[in-house]
């Protein structure tokens, strides 16, 4: 062993649940000689919990640059390290990444202990499509960088995913509001795994009444969801082709009401064609 690298093992740990702590995630901090974690204090918790007294080391953001180094010597030395952080998978919107890209640079061994991870869970009940998805994280917490970003985002088709804190919920949907419309489809997916959770589908503009009809609904730990943006060649219909093609739609089957709307408004016949098939 003592001419071996140590492993440095990326480890998710519950968003909420204990029970969704595996196995194999608690046999490796077990295991490892040192687990580096954001706070140590809510960390040794989490371990004691499960009986595990393996010695911890903080890492975060104002550190990791500064300790890499340490750690990359103690994987050349052969011990074997965990990265933690406070809840669900490491450098997800989390600390880490400064770590594992230097470690990969001295071509030291990094895996994955996979496990919870908020923005995978609310995506997988949202029943938004989930072909294609974009992470956003956190938006800025400034107005001006936020709403630019949104902005950015405005022909986005892909489903959007943003993690957001609850003081500023509702004006991070207030802009999204304004910049996606007030009837694009959203999901908040609250408290995860926890005893309050709660899955809340509805547009943006419903969403903002359901969180202030209730304002308690705006405490705890969220994940937005949002619906993307129809494809580029609906939004190429107008509202006038659209409507000529819905009332030939009644009378007639699609291939068709496609042909003639085409005929009459000069939009491509596939075009219409799969539309249709969309509604
Ligand atoms: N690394 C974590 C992960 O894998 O999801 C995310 C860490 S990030 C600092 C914390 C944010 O994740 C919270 O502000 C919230 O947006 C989201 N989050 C974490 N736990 C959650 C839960 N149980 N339910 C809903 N959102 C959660």
């Known amino acids: 062993m003592s001419n071996q690298t140590g492993i440095l093992y990326i480890v998710a740990t519950p968003i909420g649940n204990l029970q969704d702590f595996s196995p194999r995630a608690q046999s490796i901090l077990h295991a490892v000689k040192l687990v580096a974690a954001e706070d ?14 393996t010695p911890l080391q903080a890492l975060h953001d104002h550190n990791e640059r500064h300790l890499t180094h340490t750690l990359l010597q103690r994987l050349q030395a052969g011990d074997s390290i965990a990265l933690i952080s406070d809840a669900g998978t490491p450098l997800i919107s989390d600390p880490g990444y400064h770590l594992v890209a230097a470690a990969q640079a001295e071509h030291l061994p990094v895996i994955p202990i996979p496990g919870p991870c908020a923005l995978i869970a609310a995506l997988s009940v949202a029943g938004l499509p989930t072909d294609h998805f974009v992470f956003e994280g956190f938006l800025s917490a400034k107005a001006t960088a936020r709403r630019h970003r949104l902005e950015s985002l405005a022909q986005e088709t892909r489903t959007m995913i943003f993690y957001e804190t609850p003081h500023r919920l509702l004006d991070c949907l207030t802009d999204m509001t304004q910049v996606f419309g007030q009837g694009r489809v959203i999901v908040l997916a609250k408290e995860l795994t926890k005893l309050f959770e709660t899955v809340q589908k509805d547009t943006l503009a419903n969403l903002i009444d359901w969180l202030t009809a209730q304002p308690e609904r705006q405490k705890g730990e969220f994940v ?7 494809p580029p060649d609906e939004k190429t219909v107008s509202p006038e082709t659209q409507r000529v093609f819905q009332i030939l739609r009644q009378e007639l089957p699609l291939n068709q009401a496609a042909k003639l709307t085409s005929q009459i408004t000069g939009i491509s016949r596939n075009v219409l064609y799969a539309l249709g098939l969309e509604k």
């Open 40 to 53: 140590t204090r809510h960390s040794r918790q989490l371990l004691d919990h499960f009986g595990i007294s």
């Open 224 to 230: 937005l969801v949002v619906q993307g943006a129809p």
